[in-house]
């Protein structure tokens, strides 16, 4: 049983078309994430949410949007998709870190999108 | 601005040997994380180091923690093929924000 799950695995769109990713966790955590992955590996925070709330937008483009239902389920979606938009996006989940929580983040196995 | 840098970026050795990777922070964080990723797969956690001087070991991996340094360590003994992957560290000095180190590919030739 899958713990976090993302789909599609793979995305491969024409620039200027609208695409979605959609993210659940059936950890319980209360927190969710995007991180996009560029082609040289770095991770890079998009967005968290903590029980449907978004808490950090971190100077991403406004043509993403995330949107989350319940606090098991993250969606993205992009507008006009750019060349530059090509990465694998990962959603995560945790619990906040203190107490007895570590913080520790359980990724999903990433949506791999290419703009042509 | 917040950095997390590794070193080395890329690391291949042989076989049996030791090596240690570096993980330097820039910020407050009493908490940091190690991550292992292989080729075109998503990461899993490995070590959650929670305290100055923790130090954890799992097989031929261990991981410490100097806080007042601002540095974590990842020291592999006598690899094996098998650890070949990319690891990654990260801070967490804010609630719901945590941020990756620029990730070490590690190469284990047999």
């Known amino acids: 049983d899958t713990a976090v799950s993302q789909t599609p695995k793979y995305l491969v769109t024409q620039m200027g078309n609208d695409k979605s990713i959609k993210c659940e966790q059936n950890?319980?955590?209360?927190?969710m994430y995007w991180y996009k992955q560029d082609s040289k590996k770095f991770l890079k925070i998009m967005f968290s949410?903590?029980?449907?709330?978004?808490?950090i937008n971190e100077t991403v483009p406004n043509r993403f949007s995330p949107k989350s239902p319940d606090k098991a389920h993250l969606n993205l979606h992009i507008n006009s998709l750019e060349l530059g938009d090509s990465a694998v996006y990962f959603c995560?989940?945790?619990?906040?870190?203190?107490?007895?929580?570590?913080?520790?983040?359980?990724f999903g196995e990433g949506s791999r999108l290419t703009v042509l | 601005e917040l950095k997390v840098e590794q070193n080395p970026l890329f690391l291949s050795m042989q076989e049996g040997k030791n090596y240690t990777i570096y993980c330097n922070y820039s910020?407050?964080?009493?908490?940091l994380y190690w991550y292992r990723q292989d080729p075109g797969k998503s990461l899993e956690s490995l070590f959650v180091?929670?305290?100055?001087?923790a130090v954890k070991q799992e097989g031929r991996l261990m991981a410490s923690l100097d806080t007042k340094a601002r540095l974590s360590t990842l020291h592999i003994t006598a690899a094996v093929h098998d650890l070949s992957a990319t690891y990654f560290c990260?801070?967490?000095?804010?609630?719901?924000?945590?941020?990756f180190g620029t990730g070490t590919r590690l190469k284990v030739l047999a």
């Open positions: 910020t407050t964080s009493d908490r």
């Open positions: 949410y903590n029980n449907k709330e978004l808490i």
């Open positions: 180091l929670l305290s100055n001087g």
């Open positions: 990260a801070v967490e000095p804010g609630t719901y924000k945590y941020i």
């Open positions: 995560a989940s945790s619990f906040p870190a203190g107490g007895s929580n570590t913080g520790e983040l359980f």
């Open positions: 950890l319980g955590h209360d927190t």
